[in-house]
């Protein structure tokens, strides 16, 4: 079974962001694998360890994907690991693009059996990204699922809905996001940490992305801190919620 795994970067929480006339500062960020994408590494191995023979190839698209975060997807067990290299991304579709292409120049015609992406990214959330990369691909598409099993046919997957969980019957091959839950992805210690060091990271080059249906334009920063005031009477705090244009009186 041939299993790739789309990872990409976020922001560390403790990290600091600054804002620089309407523009963000990332120049003191710590960069991690984003938390979902663990999710979606993990059951990758997984399916590799129980259908012996898988491939997984782990895949970032970013201008400098770090090396800690695909050497980490590789002592994870992921076999091989693939920077894809492009222009700044401006938007999900944009990175859907790019890793479509990506996949497509790896695998050829023949594309893998599963595609697995996190959910979302910690630092945008907008989730987009693997439903895009599945209709890009000619793929069907479900997810974020909190559960997976597979008899290297078909699969029977779980996810969260509006008042209970979805049971889904599919079969290869299947673009899923993972969700939290999934599984619990497994700490790397200093023999797999060393081991993904000596295993060379493979770099391509992806063309210049069609033009982003999303732009920043700017960006500012949220007070932490906002006045507050305490009103003493039901009619003081009328009176300021009228001031304020948040209350209007009606007129009978």
Request: hydrophobic share 45%; aromatic share 4%.
């Amino acid at each position: 079974m041939n299993i790739a795994v789309c990872i990409c970067q976020v922001p560390d929480l403790p990290s600091s962001v600054a804002v620089v006339d309407g523009a963000l500062d990332l120049s003191r960020v710590a960069w991690v694998m984003n938390p979902y994408d663990e999710y979606a590494v993990e059951e990758a191995v997984r399916l590799k360890e129980q259908f012996p023979g898988s491939v997984v190839i782990a895949l970032a698209a970013a201008p400098e994907a770090g090396k800690e975060l695909l050497q980490k997807a590789l002592a994870m067990g992921a076999d091989r690991a693939v920077e894809v290299r492009s222009l700044p991304l401006q938007d999900s579709f944009q990175a859907a693009w790019v890793l479509a292409e990506a996949i497509r120049n790896i695998y050829g015609k023949e594309l893998p059996e599963l595609v697995l992406c996190g959910r979302e990214s910690l630092d945008l959330q907008n989730g987009s990204v693997p439903a895009m990369l599945a209709g890009m691909l000619g793929m069907p598409f479900t997810g974020p699922v909190t559960a997976l099993r597979s008899d290297g046919e078909r699969l029977e997957l779980e996810r969260e809905a509006d008042g209970g969980m979805e049971c889904i019957d599919a079969c290869y091959p299947l673009v899923i996001s993972t969700e939290k839950g999934l599984n619990i992805p497994r700490k790397t210690g200093i023999r797999q940490i060393m081991e993904a060091r000596k295993k060379s990271l493979e770099i391509i080059s992806a063309s210049v992305p069609p033009d982003p249906l999303v732009r920043l334009r700017s960006a500012e920063l949220v007070l932490s801190r906002k006045s507050c005031c305490f009103a003493a009477t039901p009619a003081e705090l009328a009176g300021l919620l009228h001031q304020a244009g948040l209350f209007k009186t009606v007129q009978e």
